[in-house]
């Protein structure tokens, strides 16, 4: 039993830091402190990420739903939010953190959250 746990563990762990890359979204080498900001909606920053392994649309994974998110916050937190994709957090939603996001630009963060809330039942 210990050993199919280990392993389901060990996959999460896996799936959850896999993240497809994108050179629109990830900053250059040469300038780490502020990467640039992509021409993609909120929608493709996230496919372009790894919030899939832990987030969907309309259901609880590890981390909460986009429709649980939308529920809880409003337009007026756009900043918070955005703040929390890049810096991660934990708290909120569980034990569980949210790894942090440093490669994404602020404005990116932002379009990532408007496509969030956009996502309220």
């Known amino acids: 039993m210990k050993k199919l746990f280990l392993t389901g563990l060990i996959g999460l762990f896996i799936v959850s830091c896999s993240k ?9 080498h040469s300038d780490v402190s502020k990467p640039a900001a992509s021409n993609l909606t909120g929608q493709q920053i996230i496919e372009t990420l790894d919030c899939t392994g832990c987030h969907a649309t309309n259901e609880r994974m590890i981390g909460p739903s986009y429709q649980e998110i939308a529920g809880k916050y409003s337009e007026k937190d756009v900043e918070l939010l955005a703040s929390k994709i890049i810096e991660g957090g934990s708290g909120v939603w569980g ?10 630009s602020k404005e990116d963060a932002k379009k990532m959250v408007e496509y969030i809330l956009s996502q309220k039942k």
Do not use: A
């Open 95 to 104: 034990n569980v953190p949210m790894s942090p996001h440093p490669q994404v």
């Open 20 to 28: 497809k890359e994108d050179p629109s979204v990830v900053s250059s």
